[in-house]
Structure formats: structure tokens, C-alpha cells
């Protein structure tokens, strides 16, 4: 018992504060000598053969005494300032650690310990600080990458737009994002991009705005907001439960003061605070610039829908002005899609080979009348600057983005499949396929239309010459080409 006493003494002492500590440390070691020297004292005045007289040695005492006190008092004040910066210092770690941390770090009433403590904790505080913003250079180096190689890549508004949502779900640790854009009436927001569900992005599902719709009040107020998305939810579409969640944050696509659409950001049920005003504003503010990406998108189709019309238009001048190949352009485009759809190609493709059909001739404004028009066969060198219009053509639509992806078939629809033809001599399965599709049906319709130096061959002859040219026309193409002539023969008799 007495031992146990003792201990608990000692681990008293121990956690005792550092002033309370020194204040006994001290009286302890100054009773010794002072306890000396009264007893000194007590000689001096009871004996008097010390050699030194009463008053000198009151003297001495006196300032060993006062020197004591000095010391006491200078050393106290430094441990005062020690304990001051020990109390600035919890107050700092307040705004630093939590309060458990805290807790842990103030047992005991030792300030030094503490001290040791809270350098240890800021410390390892400071170690993860470098780590996070180690991982944050990491994350931002790879969305300037995903930015920067979406920018350098982006065939359409559309893969941008995807990008944005993706960084923005990553840095808000969001679950999924939405940008939700009018149709041309305005009279419903339209899902038009996702992230984070897996979500057809050729599907346009249209959420109607009605009386009372929170949506609405996002659009009044022209800001980001906090909302519920639960009445977004449709029991017909479980898409939408994962798209709009009970935390959604919605921010208005405003350019000019017009709004062209709304992004939404859900959490998942595992994280449901609500946003800060810090992420309603940086979502407002990316909202903003997507609505002017969105602007200078439709603002750059515009442009290029009329330079493709305008060359569409000056294709047809071409096929118009020369009484042999009128109609041409049409009737290959015509055949060409007929083949794609036979063969399942999807929208995409079955576009640019319409437009692609449309406009193979092109090249032919850079050739001169008197060869376009000439009512015998061409010399060699006539041949060699008519081979040209490929070439042309390419050169023609080229600087214009959005329609690059015809250069393949204005450029090659000439080729051969043993490489004997113009103007790269491509082999084999360096053709595409929408290339020998269009050059299968240019080639029939040129043999069924009437030329100056020959007469136009019957339905029945071409496809003989179609069949000949097993070495430089696909003949599975060819195949599905009679399909559609025997179609047309039916429906016509």
C-alpha cells in the first residue's frame, strides 16, 4: 500500500505543471544552503571565535537571500513566457488538429510534454499536407493532360463537354454529373451529356419544367444552388435515380444573360453534406464558361454548315454545267447509302458517306471547261490534269475541321484494289470500306451515263464490267449493288 502510494506520488509529481514543478524543485534546493547559513548564524551569535563578525555575516545572508529571490523570480518568468507560448499554441492547434487530437495532446498538465506533443502532431500534420498537395499536383498534371489532349483532339463540342463533367465529378468528389440543355422551343431541359452512369450519350431523355420545379428557381436566380434532385427521379427510368440524387448541386449555363442549359452534380448516399459556397461558385463559374464553349460551338457550326453548303452548292454547279454527268452526284450518293444500309453501317458513317458521295467531284472546279466539256475522248495530258480533281477537291475541304473526315473519300475514290489507280495508288486494305462503297456505285453510274467518246451501257453490261474488275472493285460490294439494282427492276415493272 505504501509502495503503491509512492508511485502515485511520483506520477503526480511527473504530470505536475512545469511551474508548480519548478516552484518546489527550487524551495528544495535553496533550504539547504539557506538552512546552512542560519545555522551558521546561530554560531556566529552564540560563539564568537569564527573570525567573522555579526554584522558582515547578516550582510551575507542577506544577499545570498536576495540573490535567491532574484533567481527565483527571473527563472519563474521564463517559465511564465514558456507556459504563455504553450496556451498561443493550443489556441493555434485548435484551428489545425481535431479535437480529439487536441485532447489527446492535453492529458496531463506537463506543458513541455505538451509542447513535445503538439510539435510531434503538427509535424505528422505537415507530412500529410505535403502528401496531399504531392497527390494534388499529380491530379491536376493529369486533368491538364485530359484537357489538354481533349482540346488537341476534340472532333466536336460534344467530347469536351464530357471532359468538363468528368473533372468536375473528380474534384468535387461528386458520384455523377449531367449537363442538361433546352430544346430549341425551350419548353424542357434535355439530358444531353453523363458522367459517372453508364448512359447512351445518343439518348436525349427531356425533363419537363413545371410550376414549383426547383429546377425553375436555379433558372430565376441565374446561380448555383443546393437542391433536391428526388422529384427529378423517374420510376420508368432508374438512369435517373443515379443521375439526381437528395444532395444535387445545379448551376445555370448563363452567357449574355441567356441561359442555354443547366450541369447538375449528385453525391452518393455515402456522402451527404451539403456543397460550401466555395463549390457553388466554382461550379457557377465553369457553368459559365461551358455556356460560352457551347456559344462559339454553334457560332463555328453555323460557319461551317455554310461552307459545306456552299461547296455542296458548287459541286452541284459542277455535275449541272456538264450534260453528261448531270444528276451524278445524286444518283452515286443515292446507290452509296443504299449499299451502307445493306451492310449495317450506323449514322455516323452512313452520313459522311452521303455527304462524302455528295461531294467526290468537287475537285472538278479546279479543272478547265474546255476539258470538263470535251466532246471526244481526253489526251494524255488532258488525263493527267483531269487525275487531279481528287487531289482538288481534298485541298478544297480540308482547312474546315468538321469536314476533314471527307477527305479519305473525296481523295481515294479513285483507288484500285491492285493499286492501279489515282492519286496515291493505294492497295488492297489500305482502301477503306466507305471508299469502295462510293467507288463501286461512281463506277456504275458512270458506265449507265451517256459520254461523249461512248454510249452508255445497259443495266446488264455494267454489271458484267463490274464483275470483270475483280482485281480493283470489292465484289462483295458489287454483290450487294445487284441486290439493289434487282430492287429497283421489281419495283419499277
Known amino acids: 500500500m505504501l509502495k503503491s502510494r509512492k508511485i502515485l506520488s511520483l506520477s503526480s509529481f511527473e504530470n ?6 519548478f516552484t518546489i524543485l527550487f524551495l528544495i534546493t535553496s533550504i539547504v544552503p539557506m538552512g546552512l547559513l542560519f545555522y551558521f548564524y546561530v554560531q556566529t551569535t552564540t560563539q564568537h571565535d569564527l573570525g567573522i563578525s555579526t554584522t558582515n555575516f547578516t550582510y551575507c545572508m542577506l544577499l545570498m537571500g536576495l540573490g535567491v529571490f532574484i533567481g527565483f523570480i527571473t527563472i519563474r518568468s521564463l517559465f511564465v513566457k514558456i507556459i504563455a ?11 489545425l ?22 510539435f510531434s502532431a503538427v509535424t505528422k500534420r505537415l507530412e500529410e499536407n505535403v502528401r496531399s498537395l504531392e497527390l494534388a499536383k ?55 451529356t453523363v458522367y459517372g452512369v453508364n448512359f447512351d450519350q445518343r439518348k436525349r431523355i427531356p425533363l419537363k419544367l413545371f410550376e414549383g420545379s426547383p429546377l425553375n428557381k436555379v433558372l430565376t436566380r441565374k446561380y448555383a444552388m443546393n437542391i433536391s434532385g428526388i422529384f427529378l427521379q423517374d420510376d420508368n427510368n432508374p438512369i435517373l435515380k443515379e443521375l439526381f440524387g437528395e444532395n444535387l448541386l445545379c448551376a445555370p449555363l448563363v452567357y449574355q444573360d441567356e ?33 460560352i464553349a457551347i456559344e462559339n460551338s454553334k457560332l463555328n457550326f453555323d460557319i461551317e454548315k455554310t461552307y459545306f453548303e456552299t461547296v455542296s452548292a458548287l459541286a452541284l454547279a459542277v455535275d449541272a454545267k456538264d450534260k453528261y454527268s448531270h444528276g451524278h452526284l445524286d444518283r452515286v450518293a443515292k446507290r452509296a447509302l443504299m449499299i451502307g444500309k445493306k451492310l449495317g453501317l450506323d449514322e455516323t458513317d452512313l452520313e459522311t458517306l452521303r455527304d ?38 481534298e485541298s478544297i475541304i480540308k482547312p474546315v475541321r468538321s469536314l476533314q473526315h471527307l477527305c479519305d473519300l473525296i481523295r481515294h475514290h479513285h483507288e484500285k484494289l491492285d493499286g492501279s489507280g489515282y492519286p496515291d495508288r493505294l492497295k488492297g486494305e489500305e482502301i477503306s470500306p466507305l471508299v469502295r462503297i462510293l467507288s463501286v456505285a461512281d463506277v456504275y453510274d458512270a458506265l449507265t451515263t451517256e459520254r461523249p467518246y461512248r454510249a452508255k451501257k445497259s443495266k446488264q453490261e455494267a ?9 480493283e472493285l470489292d465484289q462483295d460490294i458489287v454483290d450487294i449493288l445487284l441486290e439493289i439494282l434487282e430492287v429497283e427492276v421489281e419495283n419499277f415493272t
Open 16 to 21: 505536475a505543471s512545469i511551474l508548480r514543478k
Open 85 to 95: 507560448i504553450s496556451k498561443e499554441n493550443t489556441k493555434v492547434l485548435k484551428n
Open 97 to 118: 488538429l481535431s479535437p480529439e487530437t487536441l485532447q489527446e495532446l492535453n492529458k496531463g498538465e506537463n506543458e513541455i510534454a505538451i509542447l513535445s506533443r503538439s
Open 138 to 192: 499529380r491530379t491536376l498534371h493529369s486533368v491538364m493532360s485530359k484537357v489538354g489532349h481533349g482540346i488537341s483532339n476534340m472532333e466536336n463540342i460534344d467530347t469536351f463537354l464530357a471532359l468538363i463533367l468528368e473533372t468536375l465529378t473528380s474534384a468535387l468528389n461528386g458520384k455523377a454529373s449531367t449537363l442538361l440543355l433546352f430544346n430549341d422551343k425551350k419548353t424542357e431541359l434535355v439530358v444531353h
Open 259 to 291: 441561359i442555354s442549359g443547366i450541369i447538375t452534380l449528385s453525391r452518393g448516399d455515402d456522402h451527404k453534406e451539403d456543397f460550401t459556397g466555395e463549390d457553388l461558385n466554382m461550379v457557377f463559374n465553369l457553368a459559365s464558361q461551358t455556356a
Open 356 to 393: 462524302g458521295a455528295r461531294l467526290h467531284d468537287l475537285g472538278k472546279l479546279g479543272i478547265p471547261d474546255e476539258i470538263l466539256k470535251k466532246d471526244s475522248g481526253l489526251s494524255d495530258e488532258e488525263w493527267v490534269i483531269m487525275r487531279r480533281h481528287p487531289e482538288i477537291g
Open 463 to 471: 454489271v458484267q464490267i463490274l464483275r470483270s474488275m475483280k482485281n
